[in-house]
Nanobody, 119 residues
Framework: QVQLVESGGGLVQAGGSLRLSCAASGRSFSRYNMGWFRQAPGKEREFVARIRWIGDKNYADSVKGRFTISRDNEKNTVYLQMNSLKPEDTAVYYC?????????????WGRGTQVTVSS
């Protein structure tokens, strides 16, 4: 199990950018698959992006071309660069480690950071 702490959320106008950070504990961070999810009010938590320890990445269709996930194993940190933000991106963003896309009860989760995009 790994402990995760997100930061970097805030209020931004549509078209703007934010970079989220997720600081992780644990001795095996470099071997963890890491990802970002988000949850808007009244909505289910949805997948945003994943980076496997091997280094390959994938994204939800809604953020492809706008968001970029990356990791720094030396700093035990994963990032989500969010560009061209839309009001629809407003949500609490959660970092996850060792998760299963088919069962969100699996893995470790941070407490979340709020992202609000104004029109």
């Amino acid at each position: 199990q790994v402990q995760l702490v997100e930061s970097g959320g805030g209020l931004v106008q549509a078209g703007g950018s934010l970079r989220l950070s997720c600081a992780a504990s644990g001795r095996s961070f470099s071997r963890y698959n890491m990802g970002w999810f988000r949850q808007a009010p009244g909505k289910e938590r949805e997948f945003v992006a994943r980076i496997r320890w091997i280094g390959d990445k994938n994204y939800a269709d809604s953020v492809k071309g706008r968001f970029t996930i990356s990791r720094d194993n030396e700093k035990n940190t994963v990032y989500l660069q969010m560009n061209s933000l839309k009001p629809e991106d407003t949500a609490v963003y959660y970092c996850a480690a060792d998760f299963d896309l088919t069962d969100l009860s699996v893995g470790s989760w941070g407490r979340g950071t709020q992202v609000t995009v104004s029109s």
